[in-house]
Every structure is written in C-alpha cells, then in structure tokens.
C-alpha cells in the first residue's frame, strides 16, 4: 500500500496556497540517461535527459517543458541543447557532451510573484499571478488582506564526462543555491555526502532538505532523509543505497521591501546518483 505518500500529497494540496512551500505540489525534475560518462572518442557522447513533474519520484506525469534548459560546460559557458521535444506526459531533450568535466544542466531560473485578497462574497482568496502593485491597482474597492509572495525556484543536475571539475559549481550570489562539496560524482551508497547551501551568496541556516531514492512506487515506505543547513549552510546525509535520488529543498524568507511581495519562497530540485561501493 501507498498510503503514507498519498497522505502526504493529500495533506499538501489541502493546505495549498501561495504562502505555502507546498503552493506547486509537484516535484520537478530534470533526468539525464546518464550522470557519470567514460568515452575516449573525439565524437563525444550524447545525452537525453527527461524533463517532467510528478507526485511520486521519476515518475512522470506533467510534461515541465525542456525549452529553457541552459547548460554550463566545464569551462563555465552557457550552453543550450541541440533540440528539445514536449510530449504529454513529459519533456526531453538532448546534448552532445564533447569536453571532458562536469556539465550543469538546469532550468532557466526567474522569480514569479502571486497575490491573493479576500473579498465578502467569497470564502476563498481571490490569487493571481501578479505582484502586490500590480494586483493592488485591479481588484475591488472592497477587497482586503492582501498578501504577495515571490517564488524562486532552481531545477538542476551534473553530468560528467571522464574527468570531474568543479567550474559549473561556481555560485550566482542570488536567491538559494546548493554548491556540491562532496562532487556528484563521488557520491557513493553508504558514505557521507556533504552539500552547502548559500542566500544571496551567503551561507544559510534552516534550509529544509528531503532526498528520497528512486523507486517509491515499489516500497511501502517512501524511506526519505530530512536535513536542515546548519549555521555555515551544510547538509550531510549518507545514501543507503546505490541509485538514482531526488533532492528537494526549501527555504522561505520574510521581504524587508513588501511593496510587491511579503515573504519569498525558495525551492531547488537536485537530481544526483549514488554509485555502488
């Protein structure tokens, strides 16, 4: 029986609103065919990663479009896939890995602000995707309790070909981030692994983290480890077995400017394997 997963996505779309971590209750995810590559051609090596959202990991079910991937090689470049497909179910797309290193793949990242007000005739909020000014200018005069968010979200993954670097690590310095400090292609069953997670360039505590192992629709048990950062923003955890995993953080924050938004709601997607000891 699935019961305890069900529950929980139950529980989180009851409480969806926007001011709740669970406002997209769909994981999202990118899945390359491969995270760890050994080729000695001069050709190089194709990858196709799936792009998708679901409610039970790497289980597709929203095609979460692939057409914004942007991909850093490992001399730092921005870098786009050579085509891009959405299907029904999910998204795909492929690249040509040419130079050895580490590759980020990642969703192309932009904050988006939702409002919501009250008004008499309804019990329910009034939402919609606009900032506070602009929500404020075109509702009724007899609206109250309004309320914005600003949500950023990060959706990403390493691919390394042959030999591993650390260049595509390197951070932004805007909204959350997750630097690799133990390098994704040193992840193995069994032994710690380490990650930071940085605000606006800066270490951060409280960072909400769950990591669950591929295979949830043939286990009981979903079998997720639950991390917060500690003061200088780490995370350690030990995956107890080899495979592929998803990582999903959060971390929201009260705005001292609220003209547009109250509070701003930080999500990052991490997909990463585990190799066998």
């Known amino acids: ?122 019990e329910k909020p009034i939402r919609t995707k606009l900032d506070k000014l602009a929500t404020k200018a075109n509702m009724p005069k007899d609206a109250s309790d309004l309320k914005g968010a600003l949500y950023f979200s990060r959706i990403e993954t390493y691919v390394t070909l042959n030999k591993p670097n650390n260049t595509a690590f390197e951070s932004t310095g805007e909204f959350l981030e997750l630097i690799p400090t133990t390098h994704p292609s040193d992840i193995i069953e069994n032994n710690e692994t380490k990650f930071k997670f940085l605000f606006n360039g800066k270490e951060v505590k409280g960072v909400e983290v769950s990591i669950v192992r591929e295979g949830t629709l043939y286990r009981n048990q979903i079998e997720e480890i639950e991390v917060n950062s500690d003061a200088k923003g780490n995370i350690e955890f030990t995956p107890p077995k080899a495979g592929r995993y998803l990582l999903h953080a959060n971390y929201e924050t009260k705005l001292n400017d609220t003209k547009l938004a109250d509070k701003m709601v930080n999500t990052i997607f991490l997909t990463f394997e585990a190799g066998l000891e």
């Open 1 to 122: 029986m699935k019961t305890p997963k069900l529950i929980t996505l139950a529980s989180c779309l009851i409480a969806s609103s926007i001011f709740s971590t669970c406002a997209i209750a769909h994981d999202r995810w990118i899945l390359p065919n491969e995270f760890n590559i050994s080729n000695d051609g001069a050709k190089g090596v194709w990858i196709t990663s799936d792009v998708t959202a679901g409610n039970q990991v790497f289980v597709f079910d929203k095609p979460f479009g692939s057409e914004d991937i942007e991909i850093i090689t490992p001399e730092g470049k921005l870098e786009y896939p050579s085509s891009s497909y959405r299907g029904g179910r999910k998204s795909v797309f492929d690249y040509l890995l040419t130079q050895p290193g580490t590759y980020r793949f990642q969703k192309e990242a932009k904050g988006k602000y939702y409002s919501q007000y009250k008004i008499p005739t309804s």
